[in-house]
């Protein structure tokens, strides 16, 4: 599988053109794909990564394809709160208005 359709990705190509191909053809095409987790589990275990770093823009469209692989709402909000613990409160915070901006826009 290559990367899902993403206008920010199809902005930079040109910019970055081999980065671009390497997420396409190794992150997506080859890491996503192992047989080791689930890519529901995989999309959690990214989401709280991308909380502890504070990457609000890879968030928003991670919690999108998230919850196109099965992690629910629910899963989200407790995923949150409990990276306040870990992660920091103005983490889970800046992550909690992220994810439900995309929440909102996907009714």
Not at 11 to 35: A, H, N
Not at 53 to 73: E, F, I, M, S, Y
Request: no cysteine.
């Amino acid at each position: 599988m290559s990367a899902p359709p993403s206008a920010r990705r199809d902005r930079i190509t040109p910019f970055v053109p081999k980065l671009v191909e390497m997420t396409s053809l190794v992150l997506y095409g080859d890491v996503w794909e192992r047989p080791g987790l689930s890519k529901r589990d995989r999309s959690l275990v990214t989401i709280a990564a991308l909380i502890a770093l504070g990457w609000q823009d890879q968030l928003k469209a991670h919690v999108q394809r998230g919850l196109a692989n099965g992690v629910t709402k629910e899963e989200l909000s407790e995923a949150i709160t409990h990276l306040a613990l870990y992660a920091g409160w103005p983490a889970a915070m800046s992550a909690s208005h992220t994810a439900l901006d995309v929440l909102e826009t996907q009714g």
